[in-house]
């Protein structure tokens, strides 16, 4: 159960931040880039407010990945979307389509169906060495001709690209996390810091938040967004398997369910994404 909590929190911190920096990296009025937008960003309010919250689902994130597993923790963080409709609608006070509800509705249930269908279970809290090398290469292979192609094209190809690799890199940085939350509790804060997990995480974590940054700014949210809570559970729920061996019920017509349960959630997340409003305005005049 402390997982399950923790791992909601963690959304719920997550869609605060995403809402809170998208609206302060897009109204800059002198739409900034490199270190002018870095000096703007840091005396936005508004975006100092969502870093304080991605501090906290840091934290919370730890706490869940520490106690449960990767293929529990991540699919649950989907539900950011959801908890960003709602912020939308009792904060900024936006018109919620009922099709964007429905979506919410069906990812929520083809989630729950997901955890209770696939049975996560298992784990090796101390992956082998050879598996955190193939897992460290192909990632960050894979994000650097993301982020290479992201350079070019239109806004909505270039948001999908850093969003894919933001995306990626997060997934791996879960796996960071979980693997120095274990160290700290085996050696402590002395033997946590001559360890390697720690710095991965602290790289890993610079470079999602520039990459879901670039995300953010370069186009528009409901294409990012998505991307971004999708593919994370599904690249962790890869690297859950091959470097932690968590497993799911071998039941074949089971998992065959729990696909199906997956698809449907992608497909809640997809209609949620489409219908909701394209814009951070409010609909109140001001």
């Known amino acids: 159960?402390?997982?399950?909590?923790?791992?909601?929190?963690?959304?719920?911190?997550?869609?605060?931040?995403?809402?809170?920096?998208?609206?302060?990296?897009?109204?800059?009025?002198?739409?900034s880039s490199g270190w002018r937008l870095?000096?703007?960003?840091?005396?936005?309010?508004?975006?100092?407010?969502?870093?304080?919250?991605?501090?906290?689902?840091?934290?919370?994130?730890?706490?869940?990945?520490?106690?449960?597993?990767?293929?529990v923790v991540q699919p649950l963080l989907v539900t950011e979307l959801v908890l960003a409709l709602v912020l939308r609608r009792v904060w900024i006070r936006q018109s919620?389509?009922?099709?964007?509800?429905?979506?919410?509705g069906l990812a929520c249930a083809g989630l729950a169906v997901f955890i209770v269908a696939s049975e996560p279970r298992g784990g090796n809290p101390t992956p082998a060495s050879h598996h955190w090398i193939v897992a460290i290469v192909t990632c960050a292979a894979g994000t650097a001709v993301l982020t290479?192609?992201?350079?070019?094209?239109?806004?909505?190809?270039?948001?999908?690209?850093y969003a894919l690799a933001a995306a990626i890199t997060w997934a791996l940085e879960a796996a960071f996390i979980k693997s120095t939350t274990d160290t700290l509790t085996q050696f402590g804060v002395g033997g946590?810091?001559?360890?390697?997990?720690?710095?991965?995480?602290a790289v890993g974590g610079a470079a999602?938040?520039?990459?879901?940054?670039?995300a953010l700014q370069v186009g528009p949210l409901r294409v990012s967004q998505p991307l971004l809570v999708i593919i994370d559970p599904l690249v962790s729920i890869a690297l859950s398997v091959w470097l932690f061996g968590e497993y799911f019920v071998t039941d074949t017509a089971v998992l065959a369910v729990a696909a199906v349960a997956f698809c449907v959630m992608c497909a809640g997340v997809v209609?949620?994404?489409?219908?909701?409003?394209?814009?951070?305005?409010s609909d109140i005049t001001r």
């Open 192 to 201: 946590m810091f001559v360890r390697w997990p720690v710095y991965a995480l």
């Open 208 to 214: 999602g938040v520039l990459l879901e940054q670039s």
């Open 148 to 161: 290479v192609l992201a350079q070019w094209g239109t806004p909505t190809r270039r948001a999908a690209l």
């Open 271 to 281: 209609l949620l994404t489409q219908t909701a409003p394209a814009t951070m305005k």
């Open 38 to 71: 870095i000096l703007y960003l840091f005396r936005s309010p508004l975006w100092l407010l969502g870093s304080a919250a991605q501090v906290g689902a840091f934290l919370f994130q730890a706490v869940a990945l520490h106690n449960g597993q990767v293929s």
């Open 1 to 31: 159960m402390v997982p399950i909590v923790f791992a909601l929190l963690t959304a719920l911190s997550n869609a605060v931040s995403v809402t809170t920096r998208h609206i302060a990296s897009t109204t800059d009025p002198h739409r």
């Open 96 to 104: 919620i389509r009922l099709a964007a509800w429905g979506g919410a």
